[in-house]
């Protein structure tokens, strides 16, 4: 069988321009205010001033995907990956260059997009059904299949405001899954739902691949990414730097995240939020050796995040991931505890403090989400990787480098006479 | 496996053709667009048929879903203006109603000028009540305001029934003039989504057109004669006004319902003329600018 190309970009760009669109809505008055400065600046004769900044989202990115690949795209936020899928599911258009799609193109860029919350789980089977393009006939046919893989068979007349986060996000997800498209581009719906759901979800995700149909897939998990697809993008600043098989462009991105680690991190530009106050630096420190990013397993330490501006009402969450991008834990500040102290001698920092590390031995990395004023501040993946040396949890040693798993807690065993 | 044939696929004369097969066949070509493309391309339109349908389901369903009274909402309005505009210009004002009972008369005109007058104001903010469709899926984005339009419809059913009903009551018979009923209900609508696609469009941009709308509706009932008869106003400009496509609908009413003598022809031409210029530059500009709707929304 002659392999017939699903997606061919050449030199697909994108520009967004900075300023009025991104500072919230644009008024008819900034545009009038703003058209008569251009004339008025031409008129003076200051000739063409630039008066917006763009920003190149993608950059002359071109890649040719043949039919019943499964590619991962892999890299910062704010990479392009996102781009990329709108222009290839046609929600907005290329600045520059073009992509040649054959197929009928399904996208999940949000799981329940167009789902009402008036209407009732029917109708909104219906609605989002035509809504990522399924014909009227092909919804009915599939309805009942549709139903009991959501498990909301007797909610079917209620409408969706009623229904649970659970259960609407179980409904959007079961119609997107049986679209059956030829091209599927899914941008992190995984990440949502219990566990079981989420196994379930990528159990069919697998199914849509194997039977044939071009998936382009966007995930921070690296370990689904991997476990889905055959061939990594990776994208860095709107441009392809890598087109390997999944574990070589997973490894590079790997790499990649561990230098930007290592830069100073102010120099990072791949973080969101409000960015009033900035995450400065983040290091964890074995309370007992003093070590800074080497940490013995089972021991206290404690993780420190420095930071350019005090604000009102600041608050932490870190979560820890494996080495694949899975992950392990999130410790938030805002769950408080009467243990927790709020110290005015403090300064620009706030350390967490973890009393046993029950990690066992490997390299982690940590992701910082730092708020103030009740806004996120300052969100950054990858402000640090650091490596857990085998160690003993309550008197007992680690399982090894290797073993399933991420993490090890403290127990006790009855067991038979030896 | 059995073998991916998605390019040519023979399809028997006269078989119905299965609508994924019609975009399989295709190769699209994404790339930065000119002038115009897509909207009115009838191909598009087509394939989407299906979405356009739902919308307008989804349109009609919503309309008056958790509301006491309902449908009935659909007449109360129109009722309640005639009420109001019977006590004030026909009674105190004592504006003429060319000789017909002032009611009736305001009554007739209200009902196309209500289904117009939501259809810009719902239509208007169709795109932006969604903003998570426009950003997030691909479909043509006129559905929207052409949503809006069709729920229009079912409203604007309830209150014609309603408004014949009335009409009966007052003992007039329409003449062989409500066969016309049809050309003028599509004038009213043409014009309606011409420029709630316009208001829609610019509505991504500038969110400025939310205070516009109302208040230049309002200005739109005063200048339609819904309240005074167009008889008022002088000729050349009685029929010039009729520029105004609503002109030609309401007088057009007027003569098809309620059997009056004198045939509007000259303003239902003009006015015919008008709303079908509305509708094609709504339609030019919605699809000059759609193309950038996701990145402003």
Redesign the interface.
């Known amino acids: 069988m002659a392999a017939q190309t699903a997606i061919e970009a050449q030199g697909l760009s994108k520009e967004f321009r900075l300023g009025l669109s991104h500072q919230g809505y644009g008024t008819l008055r900034d545009s009038l205010v703003g058209g008569v400065k251009r004339v008025g600046s031409k008129l003076v004769g200051r000739g063409d001033q630039v008066e917006f900044d763009y920003l190149k989202a993608l950059d002359d990115v071109s890649f040719k995907i043949e039919n019943g690949e499964a590619v991962g795209l892999i890299g910062h936020n704010g990479a392009g990956k996102s781009t990329l899928l709108k222009l290839l599911s046609r929600i907005i258009e290329p600045s520059g260059g073009w992509a040649d799609v054959t197929g009928r193109v399904g996208s999940l860029l949000e799981v329940g997009t167009g789902f009402h919350p008036e209407l009732t789980g029917r109708e909104n089977v219906f609605l989002n059904g035509a809504i990522l393009g399924m014909r009227r006939a092909e919804i009915r046919s599939r309805f009942d299949e549709i139903v009991a893989f959501a498990d909301v068979e007797r909610f079917l007349d209620t409408p969706v405001k009623r229904y649970s986060s659970g259960m609407s996000v179980r409904l959007a997800f079961a119609v997107a899954a049986h679209l059956e498209p030829e091209i599927l581009l899914v941008d992190e719906v995984l990440a949502v739902g219990d566990a079981a759901f989420q196994r379930k979800s990528l159990a069919k995700m697998g199914e849509v691949a194997k039977a044939g149909s071009t998936v382009i897939f966007v995930s921070h998990n690296l370990a689904t990414i991997q476990a889905l697809c055959r061939r990594g993008i990776l994208l860095e600043r709107g441009q392809v730097i890598a087109d390997a098989p999944v574990q070589e462009a997973v490894d590079q991105y790997l790499r990649k995240l561990e230098r930007a680690a290592n830069d100073d991190l102010l120099t990072r530009e791949d973080r969101h939020g409000w960015k009033e106050t900035l995450v400065k630096r983040l290091y964890i420190q074995d309370l007992a050796t003093g070590h800074e990013d080497v940490v013995i397993g089972g021991r206290p330490a404690k993780i420190v995040v420095e930071f350019t501006e005090l604000l009102p009402m600041m608050e932490c969450e870190l979560t820890i991931l494996n080495s694949l991008g899975h992950p392990i834990t999130t410790l938030d500040s805002q769950l408080s505890s009467v243990a927790d102290e709020r110290d005015p001698e403090l300064g620009t920092r706030i350390e967490c403090e973890v009393p046993s590390l029950p990690l066992i031995p490997g390299r982690y990395r940590i992701d910082v989400n730092l708020k103030g004023r009740q806004e996120v501040q300052d969100l950054l993946q990858a402000a640090t990787f650091f490596d857990v040396e085998p160690g003993v949890i309550d008197g007992r040693p680690m399982p090894a480098v290797g073993a399933d798993g991420d993490t090890v807690f403290a127990q006790r065993w009855l067991l038979p006479p030896r | 496996?059995p073998?991916?044939t998605?390019?040519e696929k023979p399809v028997a004369a006269g078989a119905e053709v299965d609508?994924?097969d019609s975009?399989?066949a295709?190769?699209?070509?994404?790339?930065?667009?000119r002038g115009f493309s897509r909207v009115l391309s009838p191909r598009e339109l087509w394939l989407?048929r299906?979405?356009a349908?739902?919308?307008a389901?989804?349109d009609i369903?919503?309309r008056y879903?958790?509301t006491a009274l309902g449908a009935a909402w659909a007449i109360l309005q129109p009722v309640a203006l005639m009420i109001v505009f019977a006590l004030f210009f026909g009674r105190v004002a004592g504006v003429s109603s060319d000789g017909l009972p002032y009611a009736l008369f305001a009554l007739v005109a209200l009902v196309p000028w209500s289904f117009f007058s939501s259809s810009l104001l719902l239509g208007s903010e169709s795109l932006v009540l969604?903003t998570?469709?426009?950003?997030?899926?691909?479909?043509p984005r006129i559905f929207m305001p052409m949503g809006v339009i069709a729920a229009g419809f079912v409203d604007l059913g309830i209150s014609l029934v309603i408004m014949i009903a009335v009409v009966l009551i007052y003992g007039i018979v329409p003449g062989i003039g409500i066969l016309m009923l049809p050309v003028l209900i599509l004038m009213a609508a043409a014009a309606a989504l011409g420029v709630a696609a316009l208001l829609s469009a610019v509505n991504v941009?500038?969110?400025?057109v939310r205070y516009v709308v109302p208040f230049a509706v309002q200005m739109w009932l005063f200048i339609t004669p819904i309240a005074y008869p167009s008889s008022l106003i002088g000729q050349p400009w009685r029929t010039l006004s009729a520029i105004n496509p609503m002109v030609g609908v309401v007088e057009g009413f007027r003569w098809a319902v309620l059997n009056t003598s004198t045939v509007p022809w000259a303003q239902m031409g003009v006015s015919a003329v008008s709303a079908i210029a509305l509708l094609l530059l709504g339609l030019a500009y919605f699809d000059r600018v759609e193309?950038?709707f996701?990145?402003?929304i």
């Not at chain 2, 295709?26 to 667009?33: A, G, M, P, S």
């Open positions: 496996m073998e991916l998605t390019t609508y994924h975009r399989e295709v190769t699209v070509r994404l790339e930065k667009t989407y299906d979405l349908l739902q919308i389901l989804r369903v919503l879903r958790q969604h998570e469709l426009v950003s997030k899926i691909y479909f941009r500038y969110r400025d193309r950038s996701a990145d402003v």
